[in-house]
């Protein structure tokens, strides 16, 4: 029989519903996708990519993989703070759980010991001095968007961003009501209550924050996730709208309008761009000579239209949202 959850969830509650788009939710539910070995089809793409250069950065047998192994259903909530505004950069999340109480770190470690029956020595060592071993959680945290994430992210937040404009416009047009009540199979919602399926935990007003925060991801898999810890509102994660386009290819096939205004070389290497790369595998694909991929590369970046993101001794070059744009006008 489905676990039924029931959160009372006055008017005064519906009035503080509120999206937020969170860089370290998109961290855990995307590094224990990759954890999980599974080749999903939705995201074939970008794991088949990430999965060699996570595992030649070592971060896939760090102080993550203890805190966010396979198969575990609880993610410590330090990791996922509440988000402070509706788009806040990893930096600033970072900062928060810097800031976590030890008291916390420890009661959410304990928790995930619960469920996995052991925890790693790094684990035991966080646990034993949060403040001391922080600073190193959260530079390999680092370390991982940069590798895994950032060369992605005008992307994803794309996509969470098209989420969330989709789902505003929803209660905009039909109510706060009707958009709960449609957000996931498991939530549904009356004047009185909110209600989840398939919880193992019970919910109580006492134990969560007023309001609710609503987390799109572009990661997660069908279920939905909750993270309550008082005194932050209730934060529901669930899987943004479109996810399983995410990574379909966005160049377009008419760039001649666009090669008169950047030239040939540098059109060619933003279509290229689609998937994140080196200068080397840029030279080796385009037939340029590396000098010549490494100049023009300079002078996308200075433009706005690229970005480089150092995994390790290799660095990897992305293209922007402007140059998404740039490109799609070729359609």
């Known amino acids: 029989m489905a676990v039924l959850a029931e959160l009372a969830f006055p008017a005064r509650d519906v009035a503080r519903v509120r999206f937020a788009v969170s860089p370290m939710w998109q961290l855990t539910t995307g590094y224990r996708l990759l954890a999980s070995g599974a080749a999903d089809p939705v995201h074939r793409r970008w794991l088949d990519q990430v999965r060699p250069r996570v595992a030649a950065a070592a971060l896939d ?8 192994p396979p198969g575990t259903p609880y993610v410590p909530d330090f990791l996922n703070p509440a988000p402070a505004g509706p788009a806040p950069a990893l930096e600033e999340e970072l900062a928060a759980i810097a800031a976590t109480p030890a008291e916390r770190v420890r009661a959410d470690l304990d928790h995930l010991r619960h469920h996995q029956g052991r925890t790693g020595p790094r684990t035991r060592a966080l646990h034993a001095d949060p403040a001391a071993r ?6 390999e945290v680092a370390a991982f968007w940069e590798t895994a ?3 992605y992210w005008p992307r994803i937040r794309a996509l969470l961003d098209a989420d969330v404009l989709h789902r505003s416009r929803q209660a905009a047009r039909h109510g706060t009501g009707r958009l709960l009540n449609t957000l996931h199979p498991q939530i549904s919602w009356d004047d009185t209550g909110l209600r989840l399926e398939r919880r193992s935990r019970t919910l109580a007003r006492h134990r969560a924050g007023g309001g609710l925060l609503l987390i799109p991801t572009a990661f997660k898999g069908p279920g939905l996730s909750t993270r309550i810890a008082p005194p932050d509102p209730p934060q529901l994660a669930y899987r943004a709208h479109g996810a399983g386009r995410l990574w379909q290819p966005r160049t377009g096939s008419a760039t001649e309008a666009l090669a008169a205004v950047l030239g ?19 030279a080796h694909r385009t037939g340029l000579s590396p000098a ?4 023009n590369l300079t002078a996308l970046r200075a433009a706005g239209l690229a970005t480089a993101h150092r995994t ?6 992305a293209r922007t949202a402007v140059a998404d744009t740039l490109l799609a006008a070729g359609h």
């Open 61 to 68: 047998r760090g102080r993550l993989a203890e805190l966010l």
């Open 134 to 139: 922080l600073p190193a959680l959260l530079r």
């Open 149 to 151: 994430l950032a060369p």
């Open 264 to 282: 040939r070389a540098r059109t060619l290497l933003l279509a290229e761009l689609d998937a994140p790369a080196t200068t080397t595998e840029l």
């Open 292 to 295: 010549h991929v490494s100049q």
């Open 312 to 317: 390790g001794r290799t660095v990897l070059y």
